[in-house]
């Protein structure tokens, strides 16, 4: 196997980087450990690793990156702390018209997140967070299902178990609504 294949980026020159995503003491995702490396079978070009190769590296853009990647369901509590702000006042009476794809798509990060750390009974929490009925939060759930932000249980499980991760177009809504609400 190509060693670039496996690399998480590759830089202008060549430069491959890998890197791993942990916690800190707040429970922030922050970069743990970052590799820059050349292919064996390549020359090492001019420069190799320079100042100027390692500006095109941003912490950012690799926290982008792991989260799109990643089955993990976890943004800084800042960011969280949006999501929410953002059901919470977008999830009103939805009528015919329906709420905005992003509201699903928050929804279903926290739906995810709740899973983790509740898995018995997620939807009742944020049910019991957000002062709505759960019939509430697993009817938008449901829809959040349809349009293409949550999917279905990895198993096939029965529908009354919780389960479910936010879909590659779930996490760009999120990601687009973290950008634009900083």
């Not at 009103?92 to 699903?104: C, F, I, N």
């Not at 929804?107 to 509430?136: D, F, G, M, W």
Request: charged share 20%; proline share 4%; glycine share 8%.
């Amino acid at each position: 196997m190509n060693q670039s294949a496996m690399a998480d980026l590759v830089l202008s020159n060549g430069a491959e980087v890998n890197f791993k995503v942990g916690q800190d003491a707040l429970g922030n995702p922050v970069v743990s450990y970052l590799q820059i490396s050349f292919s064996r079978a390549k020359e090492i070009p001019q420069g190799g690793v320079s100042a100027t190769l390692l500006r095109e590296i941003t912490i950012s853009e690799l926290l982008s990156l792991w989260f799109q990647e990643s089955s993990r369901s976890f943004l800084t509590n800042r960011d969280e702390q949006s999501v929410w702000h953002a059901i919470h006042n977008g999830g009103g009476p939805s009528g015919r018209r329906g709420l905005p794809p992003t509201y699903y798509a928050c929804l279903a990060y926290v739906y995810v997140r709740q899973c983790e750390l509740t898995p018995n009974n997620p939807t009742a929490e944020i049910a019991h967070r957000l002062q709505v009925s759960p019939k509430t939060i697993t009817t938008r759930l449901a829809q959040a299902r349809k349009i293409g932000v949550l999917s279905g249980r990895k198993d096939g499980t029965s529908v009354t178990r919780a389960g479910g991760v936010l879909t590659a177009e779930g996490k760009k809504l999120i990601i687009n609504f973290i950008k634009e609400s900083k």
